[in-house]
């Protein structure tokens, strides 16, 4: 059980949450000073421009025009223009100075000029130079003195009399408490764009986290099932992302666990009826062997027993055995990728006539009516010819097994332009369909119930279809219950110029 602090629903919101609080706090650090630096620096370059306009007017007034009234009239213009507190300075001390709040005229006041700013810091003034710095500025008695941004230019005389002379400066000043007040209302917006910012992010991670929290607890709970042995466990997600690619392939393999578990349960059947099967073939054969070898031994009825017939009898037995065991080590090569395939060009209508005349005895005494055709031309193909007639022998033997006496077994070869199939079919019980794609499996067997002795094992088609694979081939059934079945297999055939090394290898 997942504890609340370790929800994926709780974790994702939070940690959005701590990292816009981490930046808020950097920004809240790092921002005031910032700002505080770059408006300080842009105002002082803003009063510098403006104290080097004034100074270039003023320096252009005669000697006539320098006069309070005439610089009152330029300063009321430079007020409406500036906004700035704006003073002349001269060497001797005397400052003149309008108030940018009235349109009073310029008062000038004999008073020196430390009191606005200090002596030392001015003198590069008359020397062409400028001031540009922060002071403590007390503008009357009583009132607590100001930060202050002050900028100081020269003015250069124009007239004849003082021609390129320093003489005065203009002074102009603002205080900083305006930049400060501009930097906390940009601070206040973006405290409350950090705020919304936070509301969303919070309301955004409990959103992501239930969409992400859900599909994988889902998921979780799905798995728990499959784990538990319960493969119909399917996850309805209907996504377009990872989690959707996640949720597909936990159906997949669902499916898959699935239809893997239930083969297992038919294999494992199958296992136990191949045993089963196995126990039945094995004791019969065994049974009878014995029996006859104890009569045989038995001195008592030695002179009245038929021991030509009971030594038949005991071959006979032997030989199934052998037949059993062989097919048994024939499908564990098989499996094992052990069997070698000599492969040549075959006349397969040859072997099919030689496989057919062999097995016309066995048919005959069945009372079952073997058909097959005479072909009159060679027909090659590329195959094992030991391994074909085992092939045929196998599907002829099927049939047999399921055909009932007055029956047909009919065997057939039909050639196409590349290649030669050979059908075998049969008049027998048929194959039910749910049987058709079972029947090549190992240990199947359709009639479970038939225990007859020539039920057979259910190895013989699995090897037919291994070894018909193997050869490149491919097979076939179409069947009917009660009408009979018909068994085909193909394989290529032989071109004109395909013949053989000395060493056995095709060579085309």
């Known amino acids: 059980m997942i504890s609340w602090s370790n929800r994926l629903a709780v974790r994702l919101p939070l940690t959005y949450l701590a990292v816009i609080l981490i930046i808020s706090i950097l920004l809240g650090i790092i921002l005031p000073f910032s700002l505080k630096t770059y408006f300080l620096r842009s105002k002082e370059q803003d009063l510098l421009a403006k104290a080097r306009q004034i100074s270039a007017l003023v320096s252009q007034l005669d000697e006539s025009e320098a006069n309070p009234e005439t610089i009152s009239d330029l300063f009321s213009s430079l007020q409406a223009y500036s906004g700035e507190n704006i003073v002349i300075l001269t060497k001797n001390g005397e400052w003149l100075m309008v108030d940018p709040l009235s349109s009073r005229a310029p008062r000038r006041r004999l008073r020196a000029v430390p009191a606005l700013i200090k002596a030392q810091d001015i003198s590069p003034v008359w020397q062409g130079g400028y001031l540009l710095q922060t002071y403590q500025f007390t503008e009357g008695e009583g009132v607590a003195p100001r930060a202050m941004i002050a900028a100081v230019v020269p003015i250069t005389e124009s007239s004849a009399q003082y021609q390129n002379s320093i003489r005065r400066a203009v002074l102009v000043y603002a205080p900083v408490s305006s930049v400060l007040q501009m930097i906390n209302a940009i601070l206040r917006v973006i405290l409350f764009s950090f705020l919304i910012s936070s509301?969303?992010?919070?309301?955004?991670?409990?959103?992501?986290?239930?969409?992400?929290?859900?599909?994988?607890?889902?998921?979780?709970?799905?798995?728990?099932?499959?784990?538990?042995?319960?493969?119909?466990?399917?996850?309805?997600?209907?996504?377009?992302?990872?989690?959707?690619?996640?949720?597909?392939?936990?159906?997949?393999?669902?499916?898959?666990?699935?239809?893997?578990?239930?083969?297992?349960a038919r294999i494992e059947q199958m296992r136990r009826d191949f045993l089963t099967n196995v126990s039945h073939e094995l004791r019969a054969p065994l049974t009878l062997i014995r029996g006859y070898t104890e009569a045989l031994l038995d001195e008592e009825i030695n002179g009245t027993v038929n021991t030509p017939q009971f030594l038949t009898i005991i071959k006979e037995e032997a030989i199934r055995m052998e037949h059993l065991i062989a097919d048994l080590l024939d499908l564990g090569r098989l499996q094992s990728g052990k069997v070698t395939l000599a492969t040549e060009v075959v006349d397969a209508g040859a072997i099919i006539d030689a496989v057919a005349t062999r097995f016309s005895y066995t048919a005959q005494e069945r009372g079952i009516t073997l058909i097959h055709p005479e072909f009159a031309q060679s027909i090659r193909i590329l195959a094992d010819p030991r391994r074909l007639e085992q092939i045929i022998l196998i599907f002829l033997d099927n049939a047999l097994k399921f055909t009932p006496a007055e029956g047909f077994i009919r065997l057939t070869g039909n050639e196409t332009e590349s290649v030669f199939e050979i059908c075998v079919q049969d008049s027998g019980i048929g194959i039910p369909p749910e049987d058709i794609d079972l029947i090549w499996e190992r240990f199947h067997k359709v009639d479970k119930s038939h225990s007859g002795r020539d039920s057979g094992t259910g190895l013989g088609l699995a090897i037919a279809k291994q070894l018909i694979e193997m050869q490149g081939g491919s097979v076939r059934v179409e069947s009917a219950v009660g009408q009979g079945s018909v068994f085909c297999f193909s394989l290529p055939k032989a071109s004109a110029e395909t013949s053989l090394l000395p060493d056995g290898q095709l060579k085309t």
């Open 199 to 264: 509301l969303v992010a919070g309301l955004f991670g409990l959103f992501l986290a239930h969409s992400i929290s859900k599909p994988l607890l889902a998921i979780a709970a799905a798995a728990s099932q499959l784990a538990g042995g319960d493969y119909t466990s399917r996850i309805r997600l209907k996504r377009q992302d990872e989690l959707g690619v996640l949720a597909d392939a936990f159906n997949h393999l669902s499916g898959q666990l699935a239809e893997a578990s239930q083969q297992t």
